[in-house]
Nanobody, 127 residues
Framework: VQLQASGGGLVQAGGSLRLSCVAS????????MGWFRQAPGKEREFVAA????????DYADSVKDRFTISRDNAKNTVYLQMNSLKPEDTAVYYC?????????????????????WGQGTKVTVSS
């Protein structure tokens, strides 16, 4: 499984960006997907996650009501719509896949729960 994230860039505070992450393989619909971010000097942190079908989502409190995660299984793509961006959202954003066999309930929020990672896309929010 390979993940390719895109859509980052420079935006002013209050603006919007949409990140995309395309996955290789024919079993994308079996992956739980997540977005994480890492700011300079800080640990990687959870942003949002979505279940295999898209029916369950979870968000970090810091982005709730501003960011929306979604997926299109026909296109092997997961999205992160980011609105009302703040300077503190500045980070490298990574998409990740939890590739496991069997039944999966809910979504996970820890980086250690994901075993496939994309290369990251940089988001810079200016004040």
């Amino acid at each position: 499984v390979q993940l390719q994230a895109s859509g980052g860039g420079l935006v002013q505070a209050g603006g919007s960006l949409r990140l995309s992450c395309v996955a290789s393989g024919r079993t994308f619909s079996s992956y739980t997907m997540g977005w994480f971010r890492q700011a300079p000097g800080k640990e990687r942190e959870f942003v949002a996650a979505i279940s295999r079908s898209g029916g369950t989502t979870d968000y970090a409190d810091s982005v709730k009501d501003r960011f929306t995660i979604s997926r299109d299984n026909a296109k092997n793509t997961v999205y992160l719509q980011m609105n009302s961006l703040k300077p503190e959202d500045t980070a490298v954003y990574y998409c990740a896949a939890r590739v496991v066999a069997g039944i999966v309930v809910g979504v996970r929020t820890r980086p250690a729960d994901y075993n496939k990672w994309g290369q990251g896309t940089k988001v810079t929010v200016s004040s």
